[in-house]
């Protein structure tokens, strides 16, 4: 009964994430998920920690959890002090709103953007200010050198798929050497430019990831946070307020043996770029208009199709794509990248219903 709620509770406005099918063989393209397994040393790593008889299970995981913070620091040229982990990078973004992202000036991020941040907010009782994309739905970087308590933005962006050139980001972390500027970059193993590089100039630089998709893990929810000590100790002070084993066993040796197989990785992201040039090309001969993707999704509007019809059309068919109700990207779909049969299905069933 709401009359026992906490006040804060009538105001949220929880986010809504992309439909979890429940029928037997959906084709699923809504929620950019990696068509590939992970690589296979997680299987064994798992089965390794389980043991006979799962005994391990017992205890506590490692709260910090240190082996997977040096093996990813090494990788990326970071020392492990540099690293922050969470359950899922939804998780280390809520902890980076409270603990970085609240000040007196508004928080700034585009229009169209991930639509966690304005939930976080209303959460965290942020204060926003949206800056609009440009026409062809690219961050122009000058808009953010004005007076701010932070930025946030995905690299690339999401729903669009657009990147951003490291010197762009650079400029904007240039003109806000007075607050947290946090690039989410969910989606840079599939074209973008990290910009970790950057962490060992920039004190006011974190950079945020996930091992969701390019690292096929969403299943286990892990993600991360990249940048000076002094950052990732205000992170590390609210996740032991919160919760000082966000990461399972399971997960943290998964994670592991995950970030050990660069080979694998390198060959799953190749295949899932190759695959979005290719369905990018078939429903541009389509008729589609499709933005420049540096992500595991494109996002594409026909001029003569309804987007919210199409995406209906398509679910009827268990068939589905993301489509969002929101100014400016009402007539848009975004469409995860699955495998190339996946991609073909999708175009058929596309060019089928286009025929109608
Ligand atoms: C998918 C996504 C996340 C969340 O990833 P998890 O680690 O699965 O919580 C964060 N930011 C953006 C922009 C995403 O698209």
């Known amino acids: 009964m709401s009359q026992f709620w906490s006040d804060i509770v009538h105001r949220l406005q929880p986010y809504t994430p992309g439909e979890q099918p ?3 063989h959906p084709l699923k393209l809504n929620t950019n998920e990696n068509p590939f397994p992970p690589a296979p040393g997680v299987l064994a790593a798992i089965r390794d920690e389980l043991g006979g008889d799962g005994a ?4 506590y995981p490692d709260p910090t959890a240190t082996r997977l913070r040096e093996t990813v620091a090494a990788q990326h040229g ?3 002090e540099q690293v922050f982990v969470g359950n899922g990078s939804d998780e280390v973004l809520a902890h980076v709103f409270q603990a ?5 000036l508004p928080l700034l991020f585009p229009d169209i953007s991930y639509s966690f941040y304005p939930t976080y907010a209303r959460l965290y009782g942020i ?3 949206t800056i609009p994309l440009d026409a062809h739905f690219a961050i122009r970087p000058d808009d953010y050198a004005i007076a701010n308590g932070g ?4 690299n690339p962006n999401a729903p669009t798929g657009r990147a951003l050139p490291l010197a762009d980001i650079e400029r904007v972390l240039h003109a806000n050497r007075d607050s947290v500027v946090v690039i989410d970059e969910a989606y840079v193993d599939f074209g973008a430019e990290s910009a970790i590089a950057l962490i060992d100039r920039y004190p006011n630089l974190l950079v945020v990831h996930t091992m969701s998709k390019s690292r096929s893990l969403a299943g286990m929810r892990v993600g991360f946070a990249f940048g000076d000590v002094a950052l990732i100790d ?3 002070r609210v996740k032991d307020s919160f919760n000082s084993y966000p990461l399972d066993r399971l997960a943290q040796v998964a994670a592991v043996a995950a970030y050990q197989d660069t080979a694998w990785f390198d060959r799953c992201r190749a295949r899932v770029i190759a695959s979005r040039e290719q369905l990018s090309a078939d429903l541009a001969a389509l008729g589609f208009e499709v933005l420049p993707s540096a992500a595991n999704f494109v996002f594409a509007r026909h001029p003569q199709h309804d987007a919210a019809t199409l995406a209906a059309a398509l679910r009827e068919q268990a068939i589905f794509v993301r489509h969002f109700r929101q100014p400016r990207i009402e007539q848009f779909l975004r469409i995860s990248i699955g495998s190339d049969d996946e991609c073909r299905r999708l175009s058929d069933a596309l060019a089928e219903l286009l025929a109608r």
Do not use: C, W, Y
């Open 100 to 104: 970085l992202l609240k000040h007196d």
């Open 127 to 129: 204060e926003t200010r």
């Open 78 to 80: 970071l020392r492990a």
């Open 56 to 59: 391990r299970l017992r205890l």
């Open 22 to 24: 429940r029928s037997e």
């Open 234 to 236: 205000a992170l590390n």
């Open 151 to 154: 930025v946030i933005f995905p």
